[in-house]
């Protein structure tokens, strides 16, 4: 069956970075995308970002270009967000979804979520 | 960027029919995609491709799609139906995915 196993709660100060990993199984890695999805507490869900594991092109929300990093080792089958200069604001919840291949549209299978919290 | 709007919450009865509109410029031209999330959990996939349901889903919850709305309808309600829930699309301007604000389902 489709497993999507995130790495655990993190504690971070601000301005420290922090990698979130993404293990999968029981499908073709190469045969998806990845979304990773940010959950603010108490909000909605917001995009972040979309890799494709063959061009290894990520798109990215504007709101998250630019300190947000995504990348894959399709070696292992696990994808990674990285963020980095964190700030409280960034405390969330964090899940990966396997999306499309051509188009970030649809993520069916989901990681539990990680917890990043921010906090000096 | 694209904008989908969701009513904040819906309230609804056990038995009767629950339904959670997602409003979008011509969203009609677009697929759509609903998910459920309880409380502590990842978003589930309720309907794909507006109307669509995974392996799985019962045949209460269905969707459609026309015009400026999307809707997600759910029939008999249960109490185990009380959840968020949020719809989707792909813009294809932006080529970016776009999730809605999220509407809270009570069950009374």
């Known amino acids: 069956q489709v497993q999507l196993v995130q790495s655990g709660s993190e504690l971070k100060k601000p301005g420290a970075s922090v990698k979130v990993s993404c293990k999968t199984s029981?499908?073709?890695?190469?045969?998806?995308?990845m979304d990773w999805v940010r959950q603010a507490p108490g909000q909605g869900l917001e995009w972040m970002g979309w890799?494709?594991?063959?061009?290894?092109?990520?798109k990215y929300a504007q709101a998250f270009k630019g300190r947000s990093v995504l990348s894959l080792d399709t070696s292992v089958s696990t994808a990674y967000l990285q963020i980095n200069n964190l700030e409280v604001e960034d405390t969330a919840v964090y899940y990966c979804?396997?999306?499309?291949?051509?188009?970030?549209?649809?993520?069916?299978?989901w990681g539990q979520g990680t917890l990043v919290a921010v906090s000096s | 960027s694209y904008v989908l709007t969701q009513p904040p919450s819906v309230s609804v009865t056990p038995g009767k029919t629950a339904t959670i509109m997602c409003g979008g410029i011509?969203?009609?031209?677009?697929?759509v995609h609903w998910y459920q999330q309880k409380p502590g959990q990842a978003p589930v996939l309720l309907i794909y491709?507006?109307?669509d349901r995974p392996s799985g889903i019962p045949e209460r919850f269905s969707g459609s799609n026309s015009g400026n709305t999307a809707t997600l309808t759910i029939s008999r309600v249960e109490a185990g139906d009380d959840a968020d829930y949020y719809c989707?699309?792909?813009?294809?301007?932006?080529?970016?995915?776009?999730f809605g604000g999220g509407t809270k389902l009570t069950v009374l």
């Open positions: 979804a396997r999306s499309d291949l051509v188009v970030p549209a649809a993520p069916d299978y």
């Open positions: 029981g499908y073709i890695f190469t045969h998806y995308g």
């Open positions: 890799i494709n594991p063959n061009s290894e092109n990520p």
């Open positions: 011509n969203i009609g031209d677009k697929s």
């Open positions: 491709f507006d109307s």
């Open positions: 989707q699309v792909w813009d294809s301007g932006s080529d970016h995915l776009v």
